[in-house]
Every structure is written in C-alpha cells, then in structure tokens.
C-alpha cells in the first residue's frame, strides 16, 4: 500500500468566538490509505458527524475548521473556494443520512445526476445522458431509462440512498465520506446499501469514510476503525484488532452494549450516563466519570493517543486494566 | 391519452373557475374591438346618458360614448396593469429574496430594516406620493407600484430560502461543489418560490384595485382612455341619475379581481399538494 490519501492532522472545529467558543472536534489525526474504509464510531455528539464536514469544510455558519486536511498532497483548509468546488464532488464526494431531505424534491432524479455532471466534466449534454443512465444502473437501479425522470418522492427510503449515491459518484471521486448512510433505512435495505458501497469500493478504487454509531456495520463494512468521545479519537486501529481487544475502556463499554444473535444469552453492558456536552468537559480523561477503570490521574491528565500494539492506538491511562478486562465481544463478530 | 381529461377534471374548482375567468379577459384584453359594438371614444350628442337599452346594453355616459365598448376596451389597460404593475416586483424581489436569504449575516439585517421602512407606511399613500413626485400617468404609476412593491415579494422569498438552506440538499449542494449562484437559483430557489407565485396572483389583483384608485384619482390612467377607474370617476357626479356609467366599470373590477384571487387559492391548493 502506497502513502495515504487523505492525511489529517490536528483538526480542530469550534463554533462561536472568544469565550463562548465550544470545541466540537479537538485536536483528530488519522488517515485514510488507497482503496480502505475507515469507520468514525462514536454516540450522538461525539464530534464524528462534525468531523467528516470538516473534511470539506462544509459547516452550518459560525463553524471554523483549524489544523491541516491533506488531500493528495494539498491542503484543503488552505484552499480557495473555487479549488474547493472542484475538490467536493468531484474527488470527494459525501452521502447523507436522510435521502429524502438530501435530494431536491422538485426536480427529477436526472437533473440532479447531471447537475454534478455539470459542474465536474465536459461532457456534453448527449454525454451526460448517457452517463446518468450509466450510473443509475451501477447502482441497482433497474429501469433506469423511465426512473430518470421521476422526481425524489417516487422512490422508497433505500432507492433514494442509491440515488443520492448515484450522485455522488458521477464524477468518479477517489474518496467517499459516507455520514450515517444507513441510520435511516430499514434493516434489510442496510444491508443492501453496505454491500453496494463496497462493491463500488472494489469497482472504482476509492476510499470511503464511514461515520456510524452501529458497530454491526463497522464490523462488516470496515478495516479500520476510530472511536471518537468528546471530540477527541480515543482509539483507533483495525477493525479486528479492536474488536477483540480495546484498550480503551470507552470503546470497551461501546463493545459490550451491541446484542449478539446466536452467542449465548448473556447480560447486556451498558455505559452509565450520557457523554458531556461540549461547554462542560471534565478535566482529565473526558470519559472519566462514566468509567469502570478510572483511576486518580484520570481525573487530573487527559491521555494522549499513545501506540499499544502495532497500528493499534488508544487514549487511556488504564489501557492494560482494560486489555486485561478482555473483550466483551464473543467469537462471531471478532472473528468476521 | 384518456388520463389528460380525468386529471384536468381533478384540479381545485376554483383554479378551473379563475383560469376561465382570466383566459376570457385576456382576451377580450387582446381583441377589444372584436367584441365591443362601438369605438370607446366616438361621441353619440343624441343619446347623452341614455340608460341600458338594447342598443346600448350598458347605456352611455355623458359624451354619449357607450359603456360597454368602454369598459371591454378598458380590459386592454387594466390587465396591462395588472402585469406591468407585478412583473417588476415579482421578478426583482424574488432574486433579492433568494440572496438575502441564502447570505443571511449584515445583509439580510440591512435588508430587514429597509423592509421595514418600506412598510411603515400605508402602501397607497406611498405610491401616490411617489407618482405625484413624478408626474401622472401609467409609467409612472408602474415606477412607483414597482419601487414599493418589491419588498413584499422579497420578505416572501428570504424567509422561505432560509429554511431551505438549512436542508440537508443545500448542503448536499455544497459537497458536490456547486456554485453558491447555481445552489440558490437551481435548487432553493425552485422550492421556495411556491408563495411568491401565490402572492403575485394576489397581487395582480391588488395592482388592478390600485390601478383603477389612481385613475380615479387623476394619477393613473389619463382620460379619455377607456380605463375603470377613470370611468368610475367619470360618473361620479351622475352618481344619482346615470347609476350606470359607474356601476359597470366596478363589476368589471370585481370579477377581474375575483379571477385572479381564485386562481391564486387553486394554484396555492395544487402546489402544497405536490410537496
């Protein structure tokens, strides 16, 4: 595997200015190799939406992004707002979680294929026609010559998805940052989506980031992953390595709250409380008054990301405490 | 194609009954003369305020001129107003709307407060300030309609960009790299500009009201043009013994006005059906 694609550094996001700025991404590094999928795993409001709109820089008013997002060699943070349009959408493309909001309901589906088309290429109007079709077959989408030209309120939940992936991959992005494209669908149609994205993956050679609270879908999707609490990683490796043994007492609790069909019946782990909001993280580890293994330097010094085992990194005071704890994840899901 | 008739028929009444009401003057605003026996403006000293008779079903005015060829010949003008008036406002105010909303920031806050000076005063008594300023007449009524009217249309259209832009497809918009001009014009603008089209119906018909209140008043239209105001005007002082000079000029308003409000609530009903 050559260098990364996308190399991100010290990224920090804030909203507002002066002493009521809140800190919404603190200080995130990782990368994203050729051709890999890196799962962003975190509960609601652990900055890993935020992150991936970082990424382009694509945030709600009052937002600043700091530190440095390279994006084959550039900095994205450092560039103008017409290197910047021709970067979103065309090398890196983004899929939203609501494919019913994320479309404009009053035009048809291939106006808003070829919308991107548009703004990215040169085909001509012929080409661009036959791209579109192209395209909606590549992504399941049978019928695609009379689905064209219906408009966003004809198709079901995970036809739209495939929809708005259909849009996103017109011009052939060499990235893909995928923000929860599956929270919204049911089930079976999950699945389907999943599938779709790595088979698309394989088939174009692109990276895709995955932003999730389901680690099912990481497990099956992933080959690395990074959990994120408060805005900050706190640990981060491959997928299995995690899997089978975190060492962060964080990712341990998140682990041990997922259900497993066919395992033996076992208690359900929960974490006790709810993640701090952004004006009041707790000094320290942010994760300290929710955790089993906390200690008294827990309490006192935030820990960095520190390497643990090749490729393997947390954030924790207690990592061996917790690696001793073992994973509460059995046989099934580690080993997949 | 047996399904083209069925949805026709499926349309809110009141959209069928306006259409018609409007397409019939429309008409009658193009062709006058192929429905009005005689010219507005030739003089008949024989039949001075004759009153409805089968000659002259609308009877005459105080020239002899016949009230039925003036008020259809009148049409030509009022629904000239009626577009002329609006045009200007709809189209100007729509795009200032769509930017102010989709910026937002100092803008919109300039915006809002030149909105509300606009609207501190009473929208006549604006315009007939305005028109007195620049002299009477048709133009200059249209100036003065269009540097007021234009604000109602923009606060329209500014609030609803707004909640668009919070969507999540004008962000979507953005991470395919399209162009702010091309986001607010091709995306928000389509779904936000629904009650604006609604009001500027509305307003066709308040244009024509206005129309034929400053024609009255001496501002609008000049005599001897055949328009209603100014006919309304005219029979003023024959109020007592000539009812009909005026009284026909005003039912012509009134379904004119009537067109244009139901075609406003049918398209208003068929729009938020579709969303």
């Known amino acids: 595997?050559?260098?990364?694609?996308?190399?991100?550094?010290?990224?920090?996001?804030?909203?507002?200015?002066?002493?009521?700025?809140?800190?919404?991404?603190?200080?995130?590094?990782?990368?994203?190799?050729?051709?890999?999928?890196?799962?962003?795993?975190?509960?609601?409001?652990?900055?890993?939406?935020?992150?991936?709109?970082?990424?382009?820089?694509?945030?709600?008013?009052?937002?600043?992004?700091?530190?440095?997002?390279?994006?084959?060699?550039?900095?994205?943070?450092?560039?103008?707002?017409?290197?910047?349009?021709?970067?979103?959408?065309?090398?890196?493309?983004?899929?939203?979680?609501?494919?019913?909001?994320?479309?404009?309901?009053?035009?048809?589906?291939?106006?808003?294929?070829?919308?991107?088309?548009?703004?990215?290429?040169?085909?001509?109007?012929?080409?661009?026609?036959?791209?579109?079709?192209?395209?909606?077959?590549?992504?399941?989408?049978?019928?695609?010559?009379?689905?064209?030209?219906?408009?966003?309120?004809?198709?079901?939940?995970?036809?739209?998805?495939?929809?708005?992936?259909?849009?996103?991959?017109?011009?052939?992005?060499?990235?893909?940052?995928?923000?929860?494209?599956?929270?919204?669908?049911?089930?079976?149609?999950?699945?389907?989506?999943?599938?779709?994205?790595?088979?698309?993956?394989?088939?174009?050679?692109?990276?895709?980031?995955?932003?999730?609270?389901?680690?099912?879908?990481?497990?099956?999707?992933?080959?690395?992953?990074?959990?994120?609490?408060?805005?900050?990683?706190?640990?981060?490796?491959?997928?299995?390595?995690?899997?089978?043994?975190?060492?962060?007492?964080?990712?341990?609790g998140l682990l041990g709250s997922i259900p497993q069909a066919g395992a033996e019946r076992s208690m359900l782990l929960s974490i006790e409380g709810t993640p701090p909001g952004l004006a009041a993280i707790p000094p320290g580890c942010a994760f300290n008054p929710r955790c089993d293994f906390a200690t008294e330097i827990c309490r006192a010094v935030r820990p960095d990301l520190a390497e643990m085992a090749p490729v393997h990194r947390a954030a924790c005071h207690n990592a061996e405490a917790v690696a001793a704890a073992g994973s509460p994840v059995r046989s099934a899901l580690a080993d997949g | 194609m047996s399904h083209i008739p069925r949805r026709a028929l499926s349309l809110p009444r009141p959209l069928l009954l306006g259409g018609a009401i409007l397409l019939a003057s429309t008409l009658v605003a193009a062709f006058p003369g192929a429905v009005a026996p005689y010219d507005p403006l030739a003089m008949d000293y024989v039949n001075l305020l004759a009153p409805p008779s089968a000659a002259h079903p609308f009877g005459t005015d105080n020239f002899g001129r016949d009230v039925l060829s003036r008020v259809l010949h009148a049409y030509t003008i009022d629904m000239q107003i009626a577009l002329f008036?609006?045009?200007?406002?709809?189209?100007?105010?729509?795009?200032?709307?769509?930017?102010?909303?989709?910026?937002?920031?100092?803008?919109?806050?300039?915006?809002?407060?030149?909105?509300?000076?606009?609207?501190?005063?009473?929208?006549?008594?604006?315009?007939?300030?305005?028109?007195?300023?620049?002299?009477?007449?048709?133009?200059?009524?249209?100036?003065?309609?269009?540097?007021?009217?234009?604000?109602?249309?923009?606060?329209?259209?500014?609030?609803e960009v707004k909640v668009q832009t919070r969507l999540d497809y004008a962000d979507a918009g953005r991470a395919m790299g399209y162009t702010h001009a091309r986001i607010v014009f091709r995306h928000l603008l389509p779904n936000a500009i629904t009650p604006a089209v609604v009001y500027w119906m509305t307003d066709m018909a308040l244009a024509i009201l206005l129309g034929s209140s400053l024609g009255y008043l001496g501002l609008g239209a000049q005599p001897p043009a055949a328009e209603w105001g100014v006919q309304i005007a005219d029979g003023k002082n024959f109020m007592a013994t000539a009812w009909w000079i005026s009284v026909f000029p005003g039912i012509a308003i009134v379904i004119t006005g009537l067109g244009f409000s139901l075609l406003g609530d049918g398209l208003a009903e068929v729009l938020r059906g579709r969303r």
């Open chain 2, 85 to 159: 008036a609006t045009l200007f406002p709809f189209v100007f105010g729509t795009l200032v709307g769509a930017v102010v909303g989709y910026v937002g920031g100092t803008p919109e806050a300039v915006f809002g407060r030149v909105v509300d000076a606009v609207i501190t005063f009473p929208f006549l008594v604006l315009v007939i300030a305005i028109v007195s300023v620049l002299g009477p007449g048709l133009g200059n009524m249209y100036i003065a309609i269009g540097v007021v009217g234009w604000v109602f249309y923009a606060r329209i259209v500014a609030a």
């Open chain 1, 1 to 252: 595997m050559s260098g990364p694609v996308l190399r991100v550094r010290d990224l920090i996001t804030t909203f507002g200015q002066g002493a009521q700025a809140l800190c919404a991404v603190d200080g995130v590094s990782f990368d994203v190799g050729p051709g890999e999928v890196l799962g962003l795993v975190g509960e609601s409001g652990s900055g890993k939406s935020v992150t991936l709109r970082s990424l382009l820089r694509l945030l709600p008013a009052g937002g600043h992004v700091a530190g440095r997002v390279e994006w084959q060699g550039r900095d994205v943070l450092a560039m103008s707002e017409a290197e910047l349009r021709g970067v979103r959408g065309g090398q890196i493309s983004m899929i939203f979680q609501e494919p019913m909001t994320a479309l404009n309901p009053v035009l048809p589906v291939r106006v808003q294929i070829e919308e991107n088309l548009r703004a990215h290429t040169d085909l001509d109007g012929r080409g661009r026609r036959a791209r579109s079709r192209e395209l909606m077959d590549l992504v399941g989408i049978p019928d695609a010559g009379r689905r064209l030209d219906e408009y966003p309120h004809q198709f079901s939940g995970g036809m739209r998805q495939r929809v708005m992936i259909a849009i996103a991959l017109a011009s052939d992005p060499k990235l893909l940052l995928a923000d929860e494209p599956t929270t919204a669908l049911d089930v079976t149609i999950q699945d389907q989506i999943l599938h779709l994205i790595l088979d698309l993956r394989d088939a174009l050679a692109m990276s895709v980031v995955f932003v999730t609270h389901d680690l099912g879908v990481v497990s099956a999707t992933c080959d690395r992953m990074a959990v994120m609490y408060a805005g900050r990683i706190v640990e981060e490796g491959a997928v299995r390595d995690v899997f089978a043994g975190p060492r962060h007492a964080y990712t341990r």
